[in-house]
């Protein structure tokens, strides 16, 4: 079981906004920065947001991030079926001990 | 931007010692401000954090699997590696290397992973 809770699974249409939520508690989100990652199948995960809301080069601003309190959640708009993956939001648990959810997959219906 | 390349046996007998590498290309694992970790992710399922290495030989390992890992780095191979003792079934998975950053929790290089199976 995961330390960071994010829903199995959530679905939308092309075009439309998606919001994948991943909670935590004072110990891990709420005293650090949260990323966030997009994982194809068969393949590694990547870096997609960090430091809550930055995206590194190359990422789309379709994809942003947030954070409030024990919470964070990333948010995408205008839905393309190349977003279909698992997405994993993670942090630290005191220093430096990364944690990871549980993975969210996104289908585009 | 760096690369990073896992090799290990992809076959491991249960109690034995899983054993892999991670060399990073185009890149230093002197870097004063990342750390290098391996992370894993059994089929099918999420990911968990292994442990971490800084370039100076200090360690960081979860809780959880703390007393049958240890890391190591070489500076000079750009390598960093890992052993796991008493592997069971519980322990097949996808095992990645990783950059990690040390200002903020963000893993921003990936190895492209590579399968160990516990079995006998």
């Known amino acids: 079981q995961s330390v960071l809770t994010q829903p199995p699974s959530v679905s939308a249409a092309p075009g439309q906004k998606v919001t994948i939520s991943c909670s935590g508690t004072?110990?891990?989100?709420?005293?650090?920065?949260v990323s966030w990652y997009q994982q194809f199948p068969g393949t590694a995960p990547k870096l997609l947001i960090y430091?809550?809301?930055k995206r590194p080069s190359g990422i789309p601003d379709r994809f942003s991030g947030s954070k409030s309190g024990t919470s964070a959640t990333l948010a995408i708009t205008g839905l393309q079926t190349g977003d279909e993956a698992d997405y994993y939001c993670g942090t630290w648990d005191g220093s430096l001990s990364s944690i990871f959810g549980g993975g969210t997959k996104l289908t585009v219906l | 931007q760096p690369q990073l390349q896992e090799s290990g046996p992809g076959l491991v007998k249960p109690s034995e010692t899983l054993s892999l590498s991670c060399t990073v290309f185009a890149g230093s694992v002197s870097l004063s401000t990342y750390y290098w970790g391996w992370i894993r992710q059994p089929p099918g399922q999420g990911l968990e954090w292994i442990g971490s290495?800084?370039?100076?030989?200090?360690?960081y390992y979860n809780p959880s699997l703390r007393g049958r890992v240890t890391m190591s780095v070489d500076t000079s191979k750009d390598q960093f590696s890992l052993n796991l003792t008493s592997v069971t079934a519980a322990d097949t998975a996808f095992y990645y290397c990783a950059r990690l950053r040390s200002w903020e929790p963000g893993i921003d290089y990936w190895g492209q992973g590579t399968l160990v199976t516990v079995s006998s």
């Open positions: 004072s110990s891990n989100i709420g005293n650090n920065y």
């Open positions: 430091e809550n809301n």
């Open positions: 290495v800084f370039h100076t030989g200090s360690t």
